[in-house]
């Protein structure tokens, strides 16, 4: 017994056991954290800037909503679907073309485009060459971006073939006043003619500003109801017209 009250007593007191534990502590802390940020992997960015909000009317024109569109769902955390026509665009393959290649969407408050309400954001496209990635912030710090990744090229873009693809969604805290989204595609035949706006150096690819397109709108009970049920009564009243006569 007194030989164990000894060793405690030892190692609680001695200086040297001292400096050796909290020498072995520092070196598991060290091993822990170079550890750790050998195996960190760095979170994928989309490839590309979005235009600034600013000027974005020159940069980004409209296309039309029959060749490509969008819809979201309504709330605070908004999912974006793009709407493609069918251009022939090839499902797989390294040259996806004409496709997507990445959503630039502007939530606008009091006139100004404001990401600091945007509280989350999450891309979900799953293309020819794995998910597409998220990130807040153009460039100019003015949107919220959803596209392929740096190095991904032109096989994983989102194909023009007349699929709706759900891009991604963002989350807000508030809701915005009124947004922008903007498509960043690959496509010769709308790029072309309009110059080199997205400053890629490659004429084929340019910005475009998409409209919503607009829900179908299935009628209410009462509004298909009502003339159904005018219509039998008047076949009725005529069947017992001509019965009587």
């Not at 000894?6 to 060290?30: D, E, H, Q, W, Y």
């Not at 945007?118 to 153009?138: D, F, R, S």
């Not at 994983?156 to 991604?168: C, K, V």
């Not at 009462?222 to 005018?230: W, Y």
Request: with cysteine.
């Amino acid at each position: 017994m007194d030989d164990i009250i000894n060793m405690k007593r030892t190692f609680v007191l001695n200086p040297a056991g001292l400096r050796f534990c909290k020498m072995m502590l520092s070196l598991v802390v060290l091993m822990s954290f170079m550890a750790s940020a050998a195996y960190a992997t760095p979170q994928p960015k989309p490839a590309g800037n979005c235009p600034a909000f600013n000027g974005v009317e020159s940069a980004a024109p409209p296309i039309s909503p029959a060749l490509l569109s969008f819809t979201e769902t309504d709330g605070l955390n908004k999912v974006i679907s793009v709407v493609t026509s069918d251009q022939s665009a090839p499902s797989t393959g390294d040259n996806i073309v004409p496709g997507v290649m990445m959503i630039c969407k502007y939530p606008i408050v009091g006139g100004n485009a404001d990401t600091s309400i945007v509280t989350g954001i999450t891309a979900t496209y799953n293309g020819n060459n794995g998910l597409w990635a998220a990130e807040i912030g153009c460039g100019s710090g003015d949107c919220a971006k959803i596209g392929r990744k740096t190095g991904d090229g032109n096989k994983n873009n989102m194909p023009m073939n007349g699929g709706t693809y759900t891009a991604g969604s963002v989350t807000f805290s508030s809701e915005p006043d009124s947004e922008l989204i903007v498509a960043h595609i690959n496509w010769p035949a709308q790029c072309e003619d309009s110059g080199d706006y997205d400053e890629d150096g490659n004429a084929d690819t340019c910005f475009r500003t998409l409209g919503s397109k607009p829900p179908i709108v299935v009628p209410e009970f009462p509004t298909i109801a009502l003339p159904i049920v005018t219509l039998i009564g008047m076949l009725f009243l005529v069947y017992r017209l001509k019965k009587k006569v």
